[in-house]
């Protein structure tokens, strides 16, 4: 079946620094879905990219959707401390509307 | 108040035990989901449905039932618990499309 794998699965920076996140769907995916989840939290939509190639940006957040439409990515620009969580992608399984999840990367930021 | 619930948040129980999830949503959504998380497994789908009386399996359905009578209730029950869905029970819903999908709160699920 489908697999969405992300990496690194987990990621400690120091505040200021950036932080990248990969998501790698062993499929085509129609678009993608991203998620933050804080701790003992629910996850909490953040974008979703449809186009082949799309770059979307929300202040100091980036993501990108692969030419390919099997990868994605986010890109934090300087982390802050309340950057901190669990970032997941999601992709539907195709011809459906069942969203198959990554499998995370878990950011820590150190003050 | 508009949103999606979830009741109980925290429930115990013991092995081989009937559970039930309940699930609420305000908004008329037609699409609704089950996921469980637990640590290195992410979220994994257990069940979703399209609309009212429309129920599917996701990733991880075996020992879990679903129902949904109505578009704002998707309950799901544990048949005969087992101490593997010791778990966090997230529910979720979207309008379908390009909506995005909003998850309730989560119930945390232990079984002895």
């Known amino acids: 079946g489908q697999q969405v794998m992300q990496i690194p699965q987990y990621q400690h920076v120091q505040e200021g620094e950036d932080f990248t996140t990969y998501c790698n769907s062993s499929t085509t995916l129609s678009n993608i879905q991203w998620y933050k989840q804080r701790p003992g939290g629910h996850p909490v939509f953040l974008i979703q990219l449809v186009k082949s190639g799309e770059v979307k940006k929300q202040k100091r957040l980036t993501f990108q959707f692969g030419e390919a439409k099997k990868n994605s990515s986010l890109h934090i620009t300087a982390t802050q401390t309340t950057d901190v969580g669990t970032y997941f992608c999601?992709?539907?399984?195709?011809?459906?509307?069942?969203?198959?999840f990554g499998t995370g990367t878990r950011l820590k930021v150190l003050a | 108040d508009a949103g999606i619930t979830q009741s109980p948040r925290y429930k115990i129980t013991e092995t081989g035990r009937q559970v039930t999830l309940m699930c609420h949503q305000t908004?008329?959504?037609?699409?609704m989901f089950w996921y469980r998380q637990d640590l290195g497994h992410g979220l994994r789908l257990i069940y979703y449905?399209?609309?009212?009386?429309?129920?599917d399996k996701g990733e991880v359905p075996d020992g879990y039932v679903v129902s949904r009578s109505k578009t704002e209730n998707f309950p799901l029950t544990l048949e005969s618990a087992t101490r593997s869905q010791t778990s966090v029970y997230f529910c979720?819903?979207?309008?379908?499309?390009?909506?995005?999908?909003?998850f309730g709160p989560g119930t945390r699920l232990t079984v002895l």
């Open positions: 999601a992709g539907p399984t195709s011809g459906t509307y069942k969203y198959i």
């Open positions: 449905s399209a609309a009212a009386d429309i129920t």
């Open positions: 979720a819903s979207s309008g379908g499309g390009l909506n995005e999908t909003f």
């Open positions: 908004w008329s959504h037609s699409y």
